[in-house]
């Protein structure tokens, strides 16, 4: 029987938040469960597709993203264009939030309200800016920072070279390289400031896929929750089967904008073997509470509403971060509205931890 194809699209170029899908391919467990895995990076097109509207058109089976992503799509408003599909997360990559909005130390922004007339700069997602905003403000700032959207895969070089104040990074991956770099960050995580940030990155999938081929999506999760177990255990060998497993699944591609670097690969799969699996030592299982929370403190905090950010602002129904900032929401979202328990499903999900062999 020939192998059924599926897609996976990542959310970012390779790092090591993403180690499982390469190393289940590079050890074989994809073959042995009859699947041919194709891992899509958004360096191949400069992020001209974003990993959801992948799924949506269905050129990929699966796609990294966070959990706004799946939040967005569930609260979508049904007369603004850009709709998709009420995508189903159905494993979170790492249990424990390792990302951060970090400042060059050498800048002396050491607080979050220290950010007000600074330039953070933006991937333009839905929630992202009023999520910043929302941190200033917890750290006693007004939230009236300057937003600029830079090309994605350049955002972080931005703050590297000073044309912004501020971004979003993984600490687990950009922190690693800064620290590599002898470039010294603040790092200001979300909880640390009250915002009760979700998942993130999740993978994530079609609910039709869901629905119609769980055998296909049950046999994806089972090979590769046995590579992120693995990786988990062995750390150091990890780091060098991704790197040999990049390298070949994207040999025929264009060139990577950055080449991986071996060491901050290594030092980040250390880092992230914590991160990977919880407390019953199993990957990608997500807690409902996790979802409610984030939920419950974008509608409390006025996020959910129907006019949605976009880096295309001129789109009927979008609008800037400034247009929000300045009043220009829509209508409130009513919590009651937004069916949690429909953006997430454990069910598929291996039952019991494998033996990482």
């Known amino acids: 029987m020939a192998p059924t194809k599926v897609g996976v699209a990542l959310d970012w170029t390779p790092n090591t938040n993403h180690a499982g899908f390469y190393i289940a391919k590079q050890k074989g467990f994809y073959e042995e469960a009859g699947l041919e895995v194709t891992i899509v990076s958004p360096h191949v097109d400069e992020y001209k597709a974003t990993p959801a509207s992948r799924v949506a058109d269905g050129s990929c089976t699966f796609c990294v993203t966070p959990s706004e992503s799946v939040i967005s799509a569930h609260t979508w408003p049904a007369d603004?264009?850009?709709?998709?599909?009420?995508?189903?997360?159905?494993?979170?990559?790492?249990?424990?939030?390792?990302?951060?909005?970090?400042?060059?130390?050498?800048?002396?922004?050491?607080?979050?309200?220290?950010?007000?007339?600074?330039?953070?700069?933006?991937?333009?997602?839905?929630?992202?800016?009023?999520?910043?905003?929302?941190?200033?403000?917890?750290?006693?700032g007004k939230g009236e920072f300057v937003e600029s959207t830079p090309p994605m895969l350049g955002i972080w070089e931005t703050l590297l070279k000073g044309e912004a104040d501020a971004t979003w990074v993984f600490m687990g991956w950009e922190g690693i390289e800064a620290k590599r770099k002898g470039v010294e960050l603040n790092a200001f995580g979300l909880e640390e400031f009250k915002v009760p940030y979700g998942y993130s990155p999740l993978l994530v999938a079609h609910p039709d896929t869901v629905s119609t081929k769980p055998e296909v999506v049950r046999s994806f999760l089972a090979a590769t929750a046995r590579a992120y177990e693995w990786a988990a255990a062995h750390p150091a060998e990890a780091a060098e089967l991704?790197?040999?497993?990049?390298?070949?699944?994207?040999?025929?591609?264009?060139?990577?904008?950055?080449?991986?670097?071996?060491?901050?690969?290594?030092?980040?799969?250390?880092?992230?073997?914590?991160?990977?699996?919880?407390?019953?030592?199993?990957?990608?299982?997500?807690?409902?509470?996790?979802?409610?929370?984030?939920?419950?403190?974008?509608?409390?905090?006025?996020?959910?509403?129907?006019?949605?950010?976009?880096?295309?602002?001129a789109a009927p129904g979008t609008t800037s971060l400034d247009g929000l900032r300045g009043g220009d929401v829509g209508e409130p979202i009513p919590r009651q509205d937004v069916d949690v328990a429909a953006m997430f499903s454990n069910e598929l999900l291996p039952p019991s931890k494998h033996s990482a062999k």
């Open 80 to 140: 603004t264009p850009g709709a998709k599909p009420k995508f189903v997360a159905v494993a979170t990559l790492l249990q424990d939030s390792t990302s951060a909005i970090v400042t060059l130390t050498s800048s002396s922004i050491s607080r979050p309200s220290q950010l007000d007339g600074k330039t953070y700069a933006s991937y333009g997602a839905r929630f992202e800016g009023r999520i910043v905003q929302q941190l200033v403000r917890n750290d006693g």
């Open 242 to 313: 991704f790197l040999t497993a990049v390298a070949a699944e994207h040999a025929a591609q264009p060139a990577l904008p950055q080449p991986l670097d071996p060491e901050v690969v290594k030092e980040s799969q250390a880092y992230l073997a914590a991160h990977y699996l919880d407390g019953q030592g199993r990957w990608g299982h997500m807690q409902p509470a996790v979802w409610d929370r984030f939920v419950d403190w974008l509608s409390a905090s006025g996020l959910l509403t129907s006019k949605v950010q976009s880096r295309s602002a």
